[in-house]
């Protein structure tokens, strides 16, 4: 009897035992807190996928360095929508499922958009890096933020560049049909007449060709000297080489989308004098020196989008710390309430919409395979 109660009692301590280590491992698994940035990972966007994913690394390695948020652990989740809306909210949902808390993303103002209203139904904060259109706010829900700017702000910038600095040439304003580019485009082309200024072709071209002979065998025939395209580099890239290798000598200018290296390595010494709005450099304000150091220890030049995507980041973990909670709704009204939040793009505030209320563009202009601003 002796044996069976010592036996008896040995199972009880084990099972015991076992079951504080499951609860254990279990309140372990469950301090953790699942976040996520999504883009176009694969596609031929996929050097802006690989800057986000970049960023958004660096700022879960260095948060979870510092003891996590409100004591807990990040886990970074990576969406690929390839700039699909179809795709994107197949991601959205996936990452639903996943009980993320925020998603830094997505890049494609076509992406973000679609994806936006699944977030909002299943109660997920975004804050996007780098989709630009004003819809994205404008039509936007609770949950919709950005740390970059809007295109109609960018367009302004593009469109009373051209009026004063193009006056006596002749302008064609391209776009590829995209929220982004023909929203860009559109901008651009406003702010251009409101400057007293016209082009002498409006058109849109299909984007993900090799071949764009017929286009520019148009811009030719219109005696084109300047090309505004509203789109993404890797067409840019293309039109503008075809353009140099059939005699026509015009000057590119775009948007935001052309600040990749990879336009360089399409459009090579054509793209030589190219122009493009972006803001001023984040790699060259103070307030991200440190982080642009751990960047460049890896050999990694954070450049386009990867500080916007660790802002992002940034400045969702200090609203959680200011609300005391990851409740996205509870984080968005602490993103709204307070201003100036630091990140490494400097103080950063959000309007009611969601979007940042200082910021600006400048134009930067490619020279040997590098660019800089002007």
Known sequence: MLKQSIQSSLRKGLLGAAATLAIALTSAAQAQIHIATA?????????????????????????????????????????????????AVSVANQL???????VAGHYCSGSSIPASKVYAEEGILQISPASTNPKYTDEGS?????????????????????????KSEKIAILNDNSAYGKGLADETQKALHAAGGQEVLATAYT??????????????????????????????????????????????????ALVTKEFWQIAGESGAGTM???PPDPRLMKTATDVVKEFKAKKVDPEGY???TYAAIQVWADAVKKAGSTDPKKVAAALKASGNWPTVLGPVSFDKKGDTTGGGYVFY??????????
């Open 306 to 308: 990867v500080l916007y």
């Open 96 to 102: 639903a499922s996943k009980r993320v808390k925020l």
């Open 207 to 256: 984007p993900g060709e090799k071949d764009y002979s017929s286009l520019v065998s148009r811009l030719k025939q219109a005696g084109v000297t300047v090309i505004y395209v509203g789109g993404y580099h890797t067409e840019a890239g293309l039109i503008i080489r075809q353009a140099k290798e059939q005699g026509l000598k015009a000057t590119l200018v775009g948007g935001d």
């Open 142 to 166: 609770w949950n919709t933020f950005r740390v970059c700017g809007r295109d109609d702000a960018q367009g302004k910038v593009a469109g009373d560049y051209l009026a004063s600095h193009f």
């Open 365 to 374: 202009v490619w020279k040997d395979g590098s660019y800089a601003e002007m």
């Open 276 to 278: 493009m709005t972006f």
């Open 39 to 87: 883009g176009p990972i694969t596609g031929e966007y996929a050097a802006f996928g690989e800057q986000m994913k970049t960023g958004a690394e660096q700022a879960v390695a260095d948060l979870n360095k510092a003891g996590g948020v409100l004591g807990q652990q990040l886990v970074l989740d990576i969406g690929d929508d390839a700039c699909d809306p179809k795709q």
